[in-house]
């Protein structure tokens, strides 16, 4: 049984035969005494126009026995089930379509087998092997009758380059809306969620409670069956932790973008760059490791030495180990922004009797200004999103608290511990996930706005 791969590979084989004779029938009409300029587009656009002809319409058969060939199969195959079997319950019926989807898989084990459902799985495999074979002739038949059409259709006189550049405008423009729909579809997911959350919980118990304990009871009776929601110590970690990383990159970063971009020469940037941009390359739980083994207890042990009562997980060494990551996220692109100062701007500088430092200090910063916002907007992004790091470093307890030596959490580790496991999305301890989320997404969107709103007003003034 052909695979999909093996099918769209004899497709791109289909489309390269029909873009060499589309392109080999506009050379043969262009004549031999003018040749291609009697032509209104370029040979390459009516071989284009063929092989895109040739696709397409193969592409939206192949797409809908995707998306639809599950469904129809498994109705088909459930219609061969006895009556009994099919006047079950909502419930009912989904648990023994899930168990006739386990059988097609081959994923259960022998002895568990119903032999009714067996012969259905039987009937569901037959039908997919005669679907495959009936969307291999509907999709070639498709690529050849739409492609033989174009062909024939192909004229001196046919404007090529304009449907090919049509059809690449529609295929962005879908592309574009797909991503829109896209963001929309995942906002709206998580509203809806929030909603029925927020019908257990009321909104000001949610953001303006100081206890976060979401573990509920399994009944009333037990202790803690309640449940406590404050938001607060929750959000209250995730900007401590954030600000923390925030403290350690932009300094450092934006130093080490000054120098490779001001000061070092070419043969220590060659070198000098690429390795600062390898710590963004190190996984999340590489960080997450050395800060539990190396970073946490160290702060501990100074801590000791002090005379400071330092927690084993604290937010400081989550903190510190973050600003590490992220130092490559403002470094690069205030790097890049700097470059892109022009060098007039410099010069001008200069020659009023500037030193290299005042330049840089009032002259190359204003003027990058916009671009450096970009970068720690970035890094700030990254901080707030971070969650193996937290995990590993500063633990899960929910502590209002402005000490850094103290254990805390954040919104992206509390929605992980909320939703592993097998959870019913009908509790209050489930849907606080998406509340949560929906208030990060505020946060962000007010961050985002921010800078926005200082990019713009300086790109104002240095335009």
């Known amino acids: 049984m052909m695979s ?34 009697k032509l209104h587009s370029r040979p390459g656009y009516y071989g284009m126009l063929t092989a895109v002809w040739c696709v397409l319409p193969a592409l939206l058969v192949f797409g809908f026995w995707m998306v639809c060939s599950d469904t129809i199969l498994t109705s088909l195959a459930m219609k061969t ?51 495959r074979i009936a969307l291999a002739v509907v999709m070639f038949s498709a690529a050849l009758f739409s492609a033989s059409l174009v062909y024939m259709r192909i004229s001196p006189e046919m404007r090529a380059r304009n449907h090919v550049e049509k059809i690449v405008q529609i295929g962005l423009v879908l592309c574009s809306t797909i991503a829109i729909l896209t963001t929309i579809g995942i906002v709206l997911s998580v509203v809806f969620e929030s909603i029925r959350y927020f019908q257990h919980v009321p909104v000001s118990d949610f953001l303006f409670g100081m206890k976060w304990s979401p573990q509920m009871a399994m009944r009333a009776d037990q202790a ?34 000054i120098y490779l971009s001001e000061y070092a020469n070419s043969h220590v ?10 710590l963004a390359g190190v996984p999340t739980v590489v960080y997450g490791f050395f800060a539990a083994l190396v970073v946490a207890p160290f702060i501990r042990n100074s801590g000791e030495m002090l005379g400071l009562s330092v927690s084993s997980e604290s937010a400081l060494a989550a903190g510190l180990v973050m600003g590490i990551m992220i130092i490559p996220f403002v470094s690069s692109l205030s790097d890049d922004v700097i470059n892109a100062v022009p060098q007039a701007m410099r010069d001008g500088s200069y020659g009023l009797g500037a030193t290299k430092s005042e330049t840089i200090k009032n002259v190359i910063i204003p003027a990058a200004l916009p671009g450096i916002v970009g970068g720690v907007l970035l890094a700030a992004s990254r901080a707030i999103g971070e969650t193996m790091i937290v995990v590993m470093a500063a633990g899960l307890s929910a502590n209002l608290t402005a000490n850094p030596l103290e254990t805390v959490t954040t919104v992206t580790v509390q929605i992980v511990t909320l939703l592993v496991g097998d959870q019913e999305f009908d ?7 998406f509340a949560l989320g929906l208030l990060l997404f505020i946060v962000t969107l007010v961050l985002n706005v ?11 003034e240095y335009e």
Request: no cysteine; proline share 4%.
């Open 4 to 37: 999909s791969s093996f099918y769209l590979l004899i497709l791109l084989a289909l489309a390269s035969f029909a873009y060499m004779q589309g392109k080999r029938r506009a050379f043969s009409l262009s004549g031999t005494g003018g040749g291609s300029r």
């Open 81 to 131: 089930l006895p009556a009994s079997m099919q006047e079950l319950s909502s419930d009912q019926a989904n648990l023994l379509v899930n168990d006739l989807r386990n059988l097609v898989a081959g994923s259960v084990a022998a002895r568990d087998i119903n032999p009714v459902l067996q012969e259905a799985a039987n009937q569901y495999r037959g039908m997919e092997q005669i679907g």
């Open 224 to 257: 803690g069956s309640s449940g406590s929601f404050g938001a607060v110590p929750v959000l209250a970690g995730t900007f401590m932790i954030s600000g923390i990383a925030l403290s350690v990159a932009v300094p450092i970063g934006l130093m080490a973008a």
């Open 269 to 278: 940037r060659s070198w000098a760059k690429p390795i600062m941009e390898v």
């Open 427 to 433: 509790s209050p301890k489930t849907l606080v996930a």
């Open 450 to 460: 921010v800078a926005l709103y200082i990019v713009r007003k300086y790109r104002e």
